[in-house]
């Protein structure tokens, strides 16, 4: 008992500490000439999450473990199109405006969104999900207008430039989560609440966080933010569940 009790206090922080950056790791592979880095279609084809990264792009190690942790966790696949291809911000900020012009144009995103989610249903997806960090959340606000024949829920993570004429075209729930330095997610709140949806919305802010917490400036040393990412995971795993199990099962049971 007391053997029992002394190895799980020292093996219950050692699989922590293993598991945090080793989730089964996707690969990269292009669908026509568009990269993505794709992972857990060995665990499941039948539902797909789609995830639009920030603007420091598709090599950011923490955005891809991510993928990973999702994927691993809700047991789903996950597909993260490089839809900057192979560009990221520029250092130089004067820069910036211009290439965000060029890369963060919603018809080109819109584009790749579905060569992507044909591919996913191709290979047998029935249901997607998509989900996106800081510039990300927004394409996920326009998507989840725009794209919601394809996507049945949306995730905004720490969302960039999100706007209440946006949020007004959503179709589909939505689980928006912010960090302490975002502006307040008050105003598309009020909007997506009036939605015949608005009560399966769900809404947090991580006041101890900042901006870019879960996805590029993720820092794995700091327990304050592991500690806030674990809570991102398990939010995202439980709305996850909500939407795409739950309330498809009471849909086809009346
Ligand atoms: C899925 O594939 C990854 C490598 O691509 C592997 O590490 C993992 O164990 C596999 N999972 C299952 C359930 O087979
Ligand atoms: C998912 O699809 C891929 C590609 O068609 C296939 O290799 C894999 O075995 C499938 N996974 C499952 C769990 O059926
Ligand atoms: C990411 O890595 C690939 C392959 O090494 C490279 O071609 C691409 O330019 C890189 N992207 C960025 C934004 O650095
Ligand atoms: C930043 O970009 C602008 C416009 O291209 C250029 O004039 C400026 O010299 C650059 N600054 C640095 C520090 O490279
Ligand atoms: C935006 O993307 C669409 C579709 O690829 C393209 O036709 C259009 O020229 C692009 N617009 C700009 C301003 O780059
Ligand atoms: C990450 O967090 C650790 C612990 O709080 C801190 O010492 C380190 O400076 C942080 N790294 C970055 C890049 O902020």
């Given amino acids: 008992m007391q053997v029992c009790l002394f190895l799980t206090l020292i093996t219950l922080p050692i699989l922590k500490a293993i598991s945090l950056n080793n989730y089964p790791k996707g690969y990269v592979h292009s669908i ?18 789609v995830v639009v990264y920030d603007i420091r792009g598709f090599n ?25 291809r192979g560009t990221a911000a520029p250092e130089n900020t004067s820069e910036l405006q211009a290439w965000m012009a060029k890369v963060g144009n919603w018809s080109q995103i819109e584009k790749d969104l579905r060569t992507v989610n044909d591919q996913l249903k191709k290979d047998g997806a029935k249901k997607l999900a998509i989900l996106g ?20 829920a949306g995730i905004s993570i720490h969302g960039s430039s999100l706007t209440v004429g946006e949020a007004e075209n959503v179709l589909r729930p939505m689980m928006l989560l912010a960090a302490g330095n975002d502006l307040p997610l008050t105003d598309i709140a009020t ?9 399966q919305c769900e809404y947090k802010v991580y006041s101890n966080m900042r901006h870019g917490f879960a996805s590029a400036r ?33 849909r086809t049971n009346t």
Avoid: W
């Fill in 60 to 84: 950011i190690s923490q955005t891809r473990i991510f993928c990973d942790r999702l994927s691993f966790e809700y047991k789903a696949r996950v597909c993260m199109p490089d839809v900057f």
């Fill in 32 to 49: 026509n000439d568009l990269n993505v880095y794709d992972v857990g279609s060995n665990y499941s084809n039948s539902t797909a999450i």
């Fill in 133 to 152: 960090f800081c510039f990300g959340g927004l394409q996920v606000l326009r998507a989840c207008g725009q794209l919601s024949n394809d996507y049945s």
């Fill in 218 to 250: 993720a820092n794995f040393s700091d327990p304050e933010n592991v500690k806030a990412l674990d809570d991102v995971h398990d939010k995202c795993n439980k709305f996850l569940h909500k939407i795409l199990i739950d309330s498809a099962t009471k």
């Fill in 191 to 199: 909007v997506l609440n009036k939605k015949s949806f608005g009560s």
